[in-house]
């Protein structure tokens, strides 16, 4: 049987943007995988409460200043973050390169209040059932932090270099900054759950 072409396709565009990219679905699948991994240690959160007498258990609740800051730098970083990722769907390499200098020191900026936020717990993470589930919620979110910052760190060298024109790096680019959306929609249920529900 003799082949033949349906189709002619080399003027298809080599690398796509957002969900015509096979990076992008490949992101997604992460932030699914991730976020049911946040769903099951809230669920556990859930589940001691209402094991508890008293619920923070023999610990004051956690004071509410550095997570507070974590929360306002991670939500006011989604206006560049947006502004980033509209530019690399314009494939404009200049404010792109601003906009990845601003994020990765975005990315650093909730490090800050995080280094003091877990002594601001009250209670350690070998104290009892309570303080293990919120450093482990605390430490989740953390990981997820630097890793998005470290990503943000590499995609920022690289558009910079000879590889930042190359059409690909912006499809890089708006995967990064649909994961930073990811990673501060994730805290907030987390700052709920850390510091007002046991204020309720």
């Not at 997604?28 to 556990?44: D, P, R, S």
């Not at 589940?47 to 004071?63: C, E, G, R």
Request: charged share 15%; aromatic share 12%.
């Amino acid at each position: 049987m003799r082949e033949r072409v349906v189709a002619d396709l080399s003027r298809l565009p080599l690398h796509g943007l957002r969900s015509a990219s096979v990076t992008w679905w490949g992101t997604l699948a992460f932030m699914l995988i991730e976020g049911t991994g946040f769903a099951l240690v809230i669920a556990i959160y859930f589940y001691l409460m209402s094991l508890a007498p008293i619920w923070p258990l023999n610990a004051p609740p956690p004071d509410l200043l550095p997570g507070t800051l974590v929360t306002l730098i991670l939500v006011i970083s989604l206006i560049p973050n947006y502004l980033v990722s509209s530019w690399a769907e314009q494939q404009d390499l200049r404010k792109v390169r601003i906009g990845m200098v601003v994020m990765s020191a975005l990315g650093v900026a909730p490090l800050i209040p995080r280094a003091f936020e877990f002594a601001a717990l009250n209670v350690k993470w070998d104290t009892n059932a309570y303080g293990s589930v919120i450093w482990t919620l605390l430490g989740l979110h953390t990981t997820h932090i630097i890793t998005d910052l470290v990503d943000t760190l590499v995609l920022a060298a690289l558009v910079f270099t000879r590889h930042g024109r190359n059409p690909r790096r912006f499809g890089d680019v708006q995967d990064n900054c649909m994961y930073w959306n990811f990673v501060v929609a994730a805290w907030l249920p987390i700052y709920g759950c850390i510091y007002w529900i046991v204020r309720l």
